[in-house]
């Protein structure tokens, strides 16, 4: 695998920051985080063991157009 399987796009204009998985050879949104504990959701119910150890894994989670952890408003 090249990229993370997890992507956690650059936080929106009203806040919140989109969140897609690569699996099965697609991408499938999850939805919009508005925290790290809306992360951890979304990765329970994508199969992601431990979710909470694979927040700052780049090899699980690619974080794009901003910081890591920051979800407020662009």
């Known amino acids: 695998m090249t990229t993370a399987p997890i992507v956690v796009d650059r936080p929106s204009l009203t806040g919140g920051r989109r969140v897609t998985v690569h699996r ?6 999850l939805g919009t985080a508005y925290s790290d504990h809306d992360l951890v959701v979304f990765f329970e ?22 910081p890591a952890h920051e979800f407020s408003a662009a």
């Open 24 to 29: 099965h050879g697609r991408d499938e949104i």
């Open 45 to 66: 119910g994508a199969g992601v063991a431990e979710p909470e150890a694979v927040l700052d894994d780049p090899q699980w989670v690619e974080w794009r157009g901003g």
